[in-house]
């Protein structure tokens, strides 16, 4: 039987997906924080020294206006985020507290943990070509448009 990729890609992601709700949810912290929550302090981390949008977070998680929009709410409600619509009326600022920064020093080692884990038992040659197989992947999709 030929494999799918799509079919093998949403398996892939699922899988991961529920490994980091699960580790996420054992966390010690009062907060129990989901995996897109992670995955967005972890951009605005990534990106201390340049403004971060809301709009940013469209392209960068891969999720609609709806779906950043409410997953912001709750962590602004949360107090995880600061969000700034001041700056620019069309545009809505998004800043980290020390909470949220507080809670992904927390993350941090246990995403490493889980990254050394997932690749467990691949060479370097092997990561290698399976990152340049993404990006290709990944620079397929864009230029086919939306």
Same mark, same amino acid.
């Given at each position: 039987?030929?494999? $799918?990729?799509?079919? *093998? ?16 949810? $054992?966390?010690?912290? *009062? ?39 409410? +997953? ?14 001041? +700056? ?26 889980? #990254? $050394?884990?997932?690749?467990? #038992?691949?060479?370097?040659? *092997?990561?290698?070509?399976?990152? *340049? +197989? ?5 620079? $397929?999709?864009?230029?086919? #448009?939306?």
């Amino acid at each position: 039987m030929k494999k $799918n990729i799509l079919e *093998e890609l949403k398996s892939l992601d699922v899988a991961i997906m529920r490994k980091l709700f699960h580790m996420a949810q $054992n966390l010690n912290v *009062e907060y129990r924080i989901t995996p897109i929550q992670i995955t967005i302090i972890k951009y605005l981390i990534d990106r201390t020294d340049k403004e971060c949008y809301q709009k940013d977070l469209y392209h960068t998680t891969g999720r609609g206006k709806s779906t950043i929009s409410s +997953v912001l709410t709750t962590m602004e409600k949360n107090g995880l985020i600061i969000k700034d619509s001041n +700056v620019d009326s069309k545009l809505t600022h998004i800043s980290l507290t020390n909470k949220a920064l507080n809670i992904y020093q927390i993350i941090k080692s246990n995403l490493d943990d889980f #990254g $050394n884990m997932i690749t467990e #038992g691949l060479s370097n040659d *092997e990561l290698n070509i399976f990152f *340049e +197989v993404i990006y290709t992947i990944k620079k $397929n999709i864009n230029k086919k #448009g939306d």
